[in-house]
């Protein structure tokens, strides 16, 4: 493999794994205080939806972004009032929300182009090289001639990781996860914690939803996440809870991504289907190799009580 080849496939692993580490930073920092959304595939499909229908009607990408966060934080408010205020089973109603949102993204997307009967195509981000950092040699055009979206994980991962770990924020926000009856103790809401989590995690999800359609195609179609919400759940325990962990998880299961696609088109003897399974597989694998050295919060999934009640 030529450096070529190399810089195609590092820059192609960024761009797979963006919506990802969108997704799974949002998710950390949902099980560190103490819930867990296996609905991020929901999230991401509405996401995907609703930005690629808002960049459709209004033509303008900024305005798509918002309403995926906006749209989503919604749907992460109602997912947060059902298991943090009601005490709904958290795996029950991500399930649903999985549900909701491939039911939800598919029914709106066939009503509002019923006429077409295929999405048509859309504006997306262009890439945006930096200037100096792209000429830098084997990495630069990997790294630095990117879209606005990918650059924006590259803020994300490293004050993801100050948040949890350098401030008193975060210090709640992880004493929530691990002992929230301590952190009530204090005078500290645990539910006004752990919602803020939810909802901050759902709008992470949106955006990674939001990128597919406008920043990675150029068009929707019904169930395009294909399962990228639970490999962002699988990339939070292989990542064990950490940021950064999380991150080169992301940049794992990304690379599979990007791997496949590129030995798809260079027509190899290996059947396509294998190859359209490879990142599944890695996740499987993943999962297994991660179990046994967990390091999940104590209190995850459990609902909170104040004691006395």
């Known amino acids: ?3 070529l080849s190399i810089q195609i496939l590092l820059q192609a692993t960024l761009r797979m794994a963006t919506p ?3 997704a799974g930073i949002g998710e950390t920092f949902s099980e560190k205080a103490g819930i867990i959304n296996i609905g991020l595939e929901g999230y991401m499909l509405i996401g995907a939806f609703t930005a690629y229908a808002t960049v459709y009607y209004t033509n303008n990408l900024l305005l798509a972004v918002v309403y995926a966060i906006l749209v989503t ?21 991500g399930t649903a929300l999985n549900l909701v949102g491939v039911g939800i993204s ?26 100096a950092l792209k000429d830098i040699p084997l990495l630069g055009p990997s790294l630095f001639d990117q879209n606005i979206l990918v650059y924006g994980t590259y803020l994300l991962v490293p004050l993801a990781a100050i948040i949890l770990y350098k401030t008193s924020l975060g210090l709640v926000l992880r004493g929530t996860g691990e002992h929230p009856h ?40 019904e169930n395009m996440t ?4 639970f490999i962002a759940l699988a990339m939070v325990a292989f990542g064990r ?7 080169l998880a992301g940049l794992l299961f990304g690379s599979t991504f990007a791997l496949q696609l590129r030995l798809q088109a260079a027509q190899t003897i290996i059947p396509y289907q294998f190859l359209q399974i490879l990142p599944y597989v890695v996740t499987f694998i993943a999962l297994i190799i991660s179990h046994g ?17």
């Open 1 to 3: 493999m030529d450096i």
């Open 20 to 22: 990802l580490i969108y």
């Open 73 to 93: 934080a919604l749907f992460g408010v109602i997912f947060a009032y059902l298991t943090i205020t009601i005490k709904a089973n958290q795996v029950i109603i």
């Open 106 to 131: 598919g029914y709106l997307f066939r009503i509002l182009f019923a006429q077409t009967r295929k999405a048509q195509p859309v504006r997306t981000f262009q890439q945006l090289p930096i200037p």
């Open 182 to 221: 301590a952190v009530e103790s204090l005078g500290i809401r645990v539910v006004h914690i752990r919602y803020g989590a939810v909802i901050f995690a759902s709008i992470l999800a949106g955006i990674g939803g939001a990128y597919l359609p406008i920043a990675h195609a150029n068009q929707f179609v």
């Open 226 to 229: 294909a399962g990228r919400g």
């Open 241 to 247: 809870w950490n940021p950064v962990y999380v991150w």
């Open 293 to 309: 050295r967990s390091l999940q919060p104590r209190a995850l999934g459990i609902p909170f009580e104040k004691e006395g009640n």
